[in-house]
């Protein structure tokens, strides 16, 4: 009898990180495309989401419905798991950890709902260290403990080429955004207690990428770290990021990978999104 992890496919995993962690269940958020529903990770990804945006389709997502994350637990406990750890996007960003915990309440303390307060990997790293604690033997409790130590101890920066996605899905004050728009320069933002704010302006991408860098490293101290590089549309932007990452973390830096994200995250971000997750480690 084992614990087991669920999260959302906001959490953007590397697949090789995704693979090698059996008891991990990820369920696609819906993903709608001039009001046509797809599932992310299953039927519609990041490049599709570009190409959508661009073209000037109307792309939109929504959260999982309590139903199906009943039916998920259910069918989990049913193959045999002692608990279940079910890790989301922020619920200041999305209703699904509200489902979540609508759908636990019928469990009997079964199911551990874990509010990430991010995004990204941001949901990723919590939803491993959980997953990680499971396999070596944690019990619900202590899974869901070590979900909420990695949620303190990762930091999430991005950089938009404009606010004007995170505006239209009510994720920013339209003000923010048309302050942005007016002065013409680049945000970096952050995700702080689940929320999205902006950290600082530039006037330059290739300024946005030298911030991103500069906050990651401020942040982790002197710790060891693991880091992800997201991107939509810009892999050479991430690419290079990652390069600057890897020389200033040199003997520090245990993992760091670079992925783009989702089209649910993409949807409210556009394409030129580029972020950095970081995990301090114990």
Known sequence: MTVVVVTDSTSALPEPLRAARGGLTVL??????????????EDIGGEVIVRAIREGHE????????????ATYTRLLDEGASGIVSVHLSGRLSGTVAAAEAAAAGFGGRVAVVDSLGAGM???YPALAAAEAAENGSGLLA?????????????????LDTLEYLRRGGRISAARAIVGTALSVKPILGVEDG????VEKVRTP???LQRLAALAVADAGEAEVEMTVHHLGAERRAEALAGWLGEQFE???RRIDVTEVGAAVGAHCGPGLVGVITRRLP
Do not use: C, K, M, N
């Open 195 to 198: 929320r999205i704010d902006v």
């Open 251 to 253: 003997g520090r830096l």
């Open 122 to 124: 941001g949901v990723g």
């Open 206 to 208: 290739t300024r946005g």
């Open 143 to 159: 899974a869901a403990a070590a979900a909420q130590s990695a949620i303190g101890r990762t930091s999430t920066y991005f950089y």
């Open 59 to 70: 792309v939109t997502t929504s959260g999982l419905p309590p139903e199906e994350l009943r």
């Open 28 to 41: 696609g958020i819906p993903v709608l495309v001039d009001g046509v529903e797809y599932r992310e990770g």
